[in-house]
T-cell receptor
Framework: GQQLNQSPQSMFIQEGEDVSMNCTSSSIFNTWLWYKQEPGEGPVLLIALYKAGELTSNGRLTAQFGITRKDSFLNISASIPSDVGIYFCAGHSNSGGSNYKLTFGKGTLLTVNP | GAVVSQHPSWVICKSGTSVKIECRSLDFQATTMFWYRQFPKQSLMLMATSNEGSKATYEQGVEKDKFLINHASLTLSTLTVTSAHPEDSSFYIC????????????FGPGTRLTVT
């Protein structure tokens, strides 16, 4: 089945630093989504991307849909302690009758030291 | 907008009993809902896709007779874990897609199931 390679697996940064994480795939996706999950809670949608090359911002977060449709990155600028959590990328493709199913990356655990 | 709730948020049950988890879309209609399972420090594992008014589609390896899914309305889907065993202990999360939405899924807060 389809797989997403998300990196890095974890990050330890100082408050105020910028963060970048990315996801790559061997197959094409039509939609890329980025979620944040905090302990004991469900994932929260941060940014949704629908077109190749699309660059979208949500406050201090910026994400891009790669031109090849096989990758996406998420940047967080000027990190703050509440940015701590696990960030997941997710992709959707119309191939193989997937019918709205998402493929998830394994997540990036972000720790921000005040 | 796009709020999804789950009930209960946590449950403890004894082996052999059944547990029902509800997933509701509070401010939108959801033709499709999804049920995931998540183990500690791991990603989400899709268990099944639930479409309103029809049978759920289960992922490979997920026992449909053990994990009963009902999607009786556009705002409610339920997952029943039948004859629960300790290995069923996990974090169960549902999500919902807006009818006509572009593949975005909105997640509930999750249900922590512990089987003793």
């Amino acid at each position: 089945g389809q797989q997403l390679n998300q990196s890095p697996q974890s990050m330890f940064i100082q408050e105020g630093e910028d963060v970048s994480m990315n996801c790559t795939s061997s197959s094409i996706f039509n939609t890329w989504l980025w979620y944040k999950q905090e302990p004991g809670e469900g994932p929260v949608l941060l940014i949704a991307l629908y077109k190749a090359g699309e660059l979208t911002s949500n406050g201090r977060l910026t994400a891009q849909f790669g031109i090849t449709r096989k990758d996406s990155f998420l940047n967080i600028s000027a990190s703050i302690p509440s940015d701590v959590g696990i960030y997941f990328c997710a992709g959707h493709s119309n191939s193989g009758g997937s019918n709205y199913k998402l493929t998830f990356g394994k997540g990036t655990l972000l720790t921000v030291n005040p | 907008g796009a709020v999804v709730s789950q009930h209960p948020s946590w449950v403890i049950c004894k082996s052999g009993t059944s547990v029902k988890i509800e997933c509701r879309s509070l401010d939108f209609q959801a033709t499709t809902m999804f049920w995931y399972r998540q183990f500690p420090k791991q990603s989400l594992m899709l268990m099944a896709t639930s479409n309103e008014g029809s049978k759920a589609t289960y992922e490979q390896g997920v026992e449909k007779d053990k994990f009963l899914i009902n999607h009786a309305s556009l705002t409610l889907s339920t997952l029943t874990v039948t004859s629960a065993h300790p290995e069923d202990s996990s974090f169960y999360i549902c999500s919902a897609s807006l009818t006509g939405g572009e593949n975005e899924q909105y997640f509930g807060p999750g249900t922590r199931l512990t089987v003793t």
